[in-house]
T-cell receptor, first 114, second 114 residues
Protein backbone atom coordinates (compact mmCIF):
# COMPACT_ATOMS: atom_id res chain seq x y z
CA UNK A 1 0.00 0.00 0.00
CA UNK A 2 1.17 3.50 -0.81
CA UNK A 3 2.27 5.34 2.30
CA UNK A 4 2.14 8.77 0.70
CA UNK A 5 -0.50 9.70 -1.87
CA UNK A 6 -0.50 12.84 -3.94
CA UNK A 7 -3.55 12.70 -6.16
CA UNK A 8 -2.79 15.76 -8.30
CA UNK A 9 -0.17 14.98 -10.94
CA UNK A 10 -0.36 18.58 -12.19
CA UNK A 11 -1.84 21.85 -10.99
CA UNK A 12 -2.16 25.30 -12.48
CA UNK A 13 -2.52 28.50 -10.50
CA UNK A 14 -2.66 32.15 -11.45
CA UNK A 15 0.14 34.35 -10.16
CA UNK A 16 -0.68 35.96 -6.79
CA UNK A 17 -3.40 33.43 -6.00
CA UNK A 18 -3.23 30.76 -3.30
CA UNK A 19 -2.97 27.05 -4.13
CA UNK A 20 -3.37 23.85 -2.11
CA UNK A 21 -1.41 20.73 -2.93
CA UNK A 22 -2.90 17.57 -1.47
CA UNK A 23 -1.11 14.87 0.47
CA UNK A 24 -2.52 11.93 2.38
CA UNK A 25 -0.44 9.44 4.32
CA UNK A 26 -0.75 6.06 5.91
CA UNK A 27 0.95 5.06 9.14
CA UNK A 28 0.25 3.20 12.34
CA UNK A 29 3.10 4.92 14.18
CA UNK A 30 2.28 7.54 16.79
CA UNK A 31 5.52 9.44 16.13
CA UNK A 32 6.07 10.65 12.63
CA UNK A 33 7.06 13.70 10.69
CA UNK A 34 5.62 15.10 7.48
CA UNK A 35 7.71 17.14 5.10
CA UNK A 36 7.26 19.04 1.88
CA UNK A 37 10.01 19.52 -0.69
CA UNK A 38 10.21 21.64 -3.83
CA UNK A 39 12.16 20.51 -6.88
CA UNK A 40 12.67 23.15 -9.59
CA UNK A 41 13.66 22.08 -13.09
CA UNK A 42 17.32 22.42 -12.11
CA UNK A 43 16.94 19.29 -9.99
CA UNK A 44 17.81 20.23 -6.43
CA UNK A 45 15.35 19.26 -3.70
CA UNK A 46 14.56 22.13 -1.37
CA UNK A 47 13.11 21.49 2.07
CA UNK A 48 10.08 23.73 2.62
CA UNK A 49 8.20 22.84 5.76
CA UNK A 50 7.84 20.25 8.51
CA UNK A 51 4.92 19.08 10.66
CA UNK A 52 5.30 16.68 13.56
CA UNK A 53 2.60 14.22 14.54
CA UNK A 54 2.37 15.73 18.02
CA UNK A 55 2.22 19.32 16.84
CA UNK A 56 -1.14 20.85 17.57
CA UNK A 57 -0.59 23.96 15.49
CA UNK A 58 -0.26 23.92 11.73
CA UNK A 59 3.27 24.68 10.59
CA UNK A 60 3.99 27.88 8.68
CA UNK A 61 7.13 29.09 6.90
CA UNK A 62 6.68 32.39 5.12
CA UNK A 63 4.23 31.86 2.25
CA UNK A 64 4.05 28.13 2.97
CA UNK A 65 1.67 26.60 5.47
CA UNK A 66 0.74 23.03 6.15
CA UNK A 67 -2.91 22.14 6.69
CA UNK A 68 -2.53 19.17 9.04
CA UNK A 69 -5.63 17.07 9.67
CA UNK A 70 -4.43 14.15 11.75
CA UNK A 71 -7.70 12.22 11.92
CA UNK A 72 -8.00 12.34 8.15
CA UNK A 73 -4.26 11.64 7.74
CA UNK A 74 -3.81 14.55 5.43
CA UNK A 75 -1.02 17.14 5.27
CA UNK A 76 -1.82 19.57 2.50
CA UNK A 77 0.61 22.30 1.49
CA UNK A 78 -0.83 25.77 1.02
CA UNK A 79 1.17 28.32 -0.94
CA UNK A 80 -0.16 31.84 -0.62
CA UNK A 81 0.38 34.60 -3.17
CA UNK A 82 1.92 32.31 -5.81
CA UNK A 83 4.94 33.56 -7.70
CA UNK A 84 6.32 32.48 -11.07
CA UNK A 85 9.31 31.02 -9.25
CA UNK A 86 6.99 28.60 -7.44
CA UNK A 87 6.64 26.58 -10.65
CA UNK A 88 8.22 23.24 -9.75
CA UNK A 89 7.56 19.68 -8.62
CA UNK A 90 6.39 19.38 -5.04
CA UNK A 91 6.92 16.23 -3.00
CA UNK A 92 5.24 15.23 0.23
CA UNK A 93 7.28 12.90 2.44
CA UNK A 94 6.97 11.12 5.76
CA UNK A 95 9.42 9.72 8.27
CA UNK A 96 8.21 7.36 10.97
CA UNK A 97 9.69 6.66 14.38
CA UNK A 98 13.46 6.63 14.72
CA UNK A 99 15.95 5.39 12.17
CA UNK A 100 13.39 4.80 9.46
CA UNK A 101 13.94 6.04 5.96
CA UNK A 102 11.86 8.74 4.33
CA UNK A 103 8.96 7.79 2.09
CA UNK A 104 8.14 10.18 -0.73
CA UNK A 105 4.95 10.67 -2.71
CA UNK A 106 4.91 10.75 -6.52
CA UNK A 107 4.86 14.55 -6.59
CA UNK A 108 2.66 17.30 -7.99
CA UNK A 109 3.85 19.54 -10.79
CA UNK A 110 2.75 23.10 -10.11
CA UNK A 111 2.68 25.64 -12.89
CA UNK A 112 2.16 29.30 -12.03
CA UNK A 113 0.62 31.31 -14.83
CA UNK A 114 1.38 35.02 -15.35
CA UNK B 1 27.13 26.35 6.97
CA UNK B 2 27.95 24.65 3.68
CA UNK B 3 25.19 22.51 2.18
CA UNK B 4 25.35 18.97 0.88
CA UNK B 5 27.91 18.67 -1.89
CA UNK B 6 27.69 16.05 -4.59
CA UNK B 7 30.33 15.36 -7.20
CA UNK B 8 30.40 15.14 -10.09
CA UNK B 9 27.32 17.03 -11.34
CA UNK B 10 27.21 15.22 -14.66
CA UNK B 11 28.57 11.89 -15.78
CA UNK B 12 28.41 9.95 -19.02
CA UNK B 13 29.34 6.29 -18.91
CA UNK B 14 29.12 3.31 -21.21
CA UNK B 15 27.08 0.20 -20.51
CA UNK B 16 29.12 -2.32 -18.51
CA UNK B 17 31.34 0.27 -16.84
CA UNK B 18 31.21 1.16 -13.18
CA UNK B 19 30.79 4.54 -11.53
CA UNK B 20 31.42 6.11 -8.13
CA UNK B 21 29.49 9.11 -6.89
CA UNK B 22 30.54 11.19 -3.92
CA UNK B 23 28.58 13.08 -1.30
CA UNK B 24 29.75 15.37 1.48
CA UNK B 25 27.01 16.01 4.06
CA UNK B 26 26.33 19.13 6.04
CA UNK B 27 28.84 19.47 8.86
CA UNK B 28 27.61 17.61 11.92
CA UNK B 29 25.16 15.42 10.02
CA UNK B 30 25.78 11.74 10.59
CA UNK B 31 23.10 10.28 8.33
CA UNK B 32 23.50 10.14 4.57
CA UNK B 33 20.83 8.77 2.23
CA UNK B 34 20.90 8.12 -1.49
CA UNK B 35 17.99 8.30 -3.91
CA UNK B 36 17.55 7.52 -7.58
CA UNK B 37 15.15 9.68 -9.54
CA UNK B 38 13.84 8.80 -12.98
CA UNK B 39 10.85 10.18 -14.88
CA UNK B 40 9.12 6.81 -14.89
CA UNK B 41 9.80 5.61 -11.34
CA UNK B 42 9.94 8.84 -9.41
CA UNK B 43 12.11 9.13 -6.32
CA UNK B 44 13.36 5.76 -5.12
CA UNK B 45 15.30 5.11 -1.95
CA UNK B 46 18.63 3.34 -2.39
CA UNK B 47 20.19 3.19 1.07
CA UNK B 48 21.01 5.15 4.20
CA UNK B 49 24.23 5.22 6.16
CA UNK B 50 24.50 6.33 9.75
CA UNK B 51 27.81 6.44 11.60
CA UNK B 52 29.49 4.34 8.89
CA UNK B 53 26.85 1.58 9.04
CA UNK B 54 24.16 0.89 6.50
CA UNK B 55 20.96 1.43 8.44
CA UNK B 56 18.33 1.08 5.73
CA UNK B 57 18.33 -0.37 2.25
CA UNK B 58 15.92 0.00 -0.63
CA UNK B 59 14.95 -2.56 -3.22
CA UNK B 60 17.87 -2.31 -5.63
CA UNK B 61 20.14 -5.02 -7.00
CA UNK B 62 23.53 -5.71 -5.49
CA UNK B 63 25.20 -3.71 -8.29
CA UNK B 64 24.33 -0.67 -6.22
CA UNK B 65 26.48 -0.29 -3.14
CA UNK B 66 27.66 2.43 -0.86
CA UNK B 67 29.78 3.26 2.08
CA UNK B 68 30.31 5.99 4.61
CA UNK B 69 33.58 7.18 5.99
CA UNK B 70 34.43 8.31 9.51
CA UNK B 71 33.99 11.96 8.49
CA UNK B 72 30.43 11.11 7.32
CA UNK B 73 31.28 11.55 3.66
CA UNK B 74 29.64 8.89 1.55
CA UNK B 75 30.21 7.24 -1.77
CA UNK B 76 27.85 5.28 -3.94
CA UNK B 77 29.05 2.78 -6.49
CA UNK B 78 27.19 1.22 -9.39
CA UNK B 79 28.90 -1.67 -11.16
CA UNK B 80 28.13 -3.14 -14.58
CA UNK B 81 26.07 -0.16 -15.65
CA UNK B 82 22.86 -0.70 -17.57
CA UNK B 83 20.96 1.76 -19.73
CA UNK B 84 18.21 1.84 -17.10
CA UNK B 85 20.64 3.25 -14.55
CA UNK B 86 20.48 6.61 -16.30
CA UNK B 87 18.98 8.87 -13.68
CA UNK B 88 19.46 11.75 -11.30
CA UNK B 89 21.16 10.47 -8.15
CA UNK B 90 20.42 12.54 -5.10
CA UNK B 91 22.26 12.45 -1.83
CA UNK B 92 20.73 13.84 1.35
CA UNK B 93 21.97 14.27 4.87
CA UNK B 94 20.20 14.66 8.16
CA UNK B 95 21.31 15.34 11.70
CA UNK B 96 20.23 11.97 12.98
CA UNK B 97 17.44 9.45 12.59
CA UNK B 98 14.64 11.10 14.51
CA UNK B 99 11.32 11.55 12.74
CA UNK B 100 11.58 15.32 13.08
CA UNK B 101 14.96 15.53 11.37
CA UNK B 102 14.55 16.72 7.77
CA UNK B 103 16.63 15.59 4.84
CA UNK B 104 18.82 18.19 3.18
CA UNK B 105 19.63 17.37 -0.40
CA UNK B 106 22.57 18.05 -2.66
CA UNK B 107 22.21 19.21 -6.25
CA UNK B 108 22.45 15.68 -7.54
CA UNK B 109 24.58 13.82 -10.05
CA UNK B 110 22.99 13.29 -13.44
CA UNK B 111 24.24 9.97 -14.81
CA UNK B 112 23.76 9.05 -18.45
CA UNK B 113 24.55 5.52 -19.55
CA UNK B 114 25.03 4.99 -23.29
Amino acid sequence: AQKITQTQPGMFVQEKEAVTLDCTYDTSDQSYGLFWYKQPSSGEMIFLIYQGSYDEQNATEGRYSLNFQKARKSANLVISASQLGDSAMYFCAMREGYGQNFVFGPGTRLSVLP
Amino acid sequence: KAGVTQTPRYLIKTRGQQVTLSCSPISGHRSVSWYQQTPGQGLQFLFEYFSETQRNKGNFPGRFSGRQFSNSRSEMNVSTLELGDSALYLCASSLEGAYNSPLHFGNGTRLTVT
